[in-house]
């Protein structure tokens, strides 16, 4: 109940697609739902985060859509970049808990 | 550098030896956590700590590792007796407070046990 599940474990996109990166939760206190963005060799970068009284969060090129009742949230990257390509970890927070629980990671790459 | 600072950015030890990695926060956050990623893998969850005080400690090995966030100081994650197994990389993140849900990671320290 603890766990995240992300897919796809990897992603090819064309210069100007979008990328669709999806995450499952089971436990319902998750209350909290941050996407990383991380380069190799460095720590990962706060992208976007959203809470479940909202479907959807755009900042920019990026949005995260929140489905609550089928418990998925998932991030679109608009007008993919081969600066986009990294790897990217959604995770999820319990108000009554501070640690992150991570997903496993979506290594995207954005072919120019 | 406002961010999140860690050191050593890779430190080689041979089994048996001692790690110590040290955080420092960004300017202004008094919460810390400990992460521990594997290749190819996701974040895992070590340890919460607040200025001398542990938080949460539920991920971390029962043996060998130990965490601190003194009054003056950066923090430290100490692992004792180091085997091949603690090779990994071991991110710090700092946040405001309790009510601040936003995590800001640090470069990470790359330990390698030879």
């Known amino acids: 109940q603890q766990q995240v599940k992300q897919s796809p474990q990897s992603l090819i996109v064309q210069k100007g697609g979008i990328s669709i990166i999806n995450c499952a939760?089971?436990?319902?206190?998750?209350?909290?739902?941050?996407?990383?963005?991380?380069?190799?060799?460095?720590?990962p970068a706060l992208l976007i985060a959203i809470r479940p009284d909202v479907s959807e969060k755009k900042e920019?090129?990026?949005?995260?859509?929140?489905?609550?009742?089928?418990?998925?949230f998932s991030l679109h990257?608009?007008?993919?970049?081969?600066g986009d390509s990294a790897t990217y970890f959604c995770a999820a927070r319990?108000?009554?808990?501070?640690?992150?629980?991570?997903?496993?990671?979506?290594?995207?790459l954005v072919r120019p | 550098n406002a961010g999140v600072m860690q050191n050593p950015r890779h430190l080689v030890r041979r089994r048996g030896q001692e790690a110590r990695l040290r955080c420092s926060p960004m300017k202004g956050h008094s919460h810390v956590y400990w992460y521990r990623q594997l290749p190819e893998e996701g974040l895992k969850f070590m340890?919460?700590?607040?200025?001398?005080?542990?938080?949460?400690?539920?991920?971390m090995p029962k043996e060998r590792f130990s965490a601190e966030f003194p009054k003056e100081g950066p923090s430290i994650l100490r692992i004792q007796q180091v085997v091949r197994g603690d090779s990994a990389a071991y991110f710090c993140a700092s946040s405001f407070g309790d009510s601040s849900y936003e995590q800001y990671f640090g470069p990470g320290t790359r330990l390698t046990v030879t």
């Open chain 1, 25 to 43: 939760y089971e436990n319902t206190a998750f209350d909290y739902f941050p996407w990383y963005q991380q380069f190799p060799g460095k720590g």
């Open chain 1, 60 to 72: 920019g090129r990026f949005t995260i859509s929140f489905n609550k009742s089928a418990k998925q």
């Open chain 1, 77 to 82: 990257i608009m007008d993919s970049q081969p």
């Open chain 1, 94 to 108: 319990m108000d009554s808990s501070y640690k992150l629980i991570f997903g496993s990671g979506t290594r995207l």
């Open chain 2, 47 to 59: 340890v919460y700590l607040q200025k001398e005080n542990i938080i949460d400690e539920s991920g």
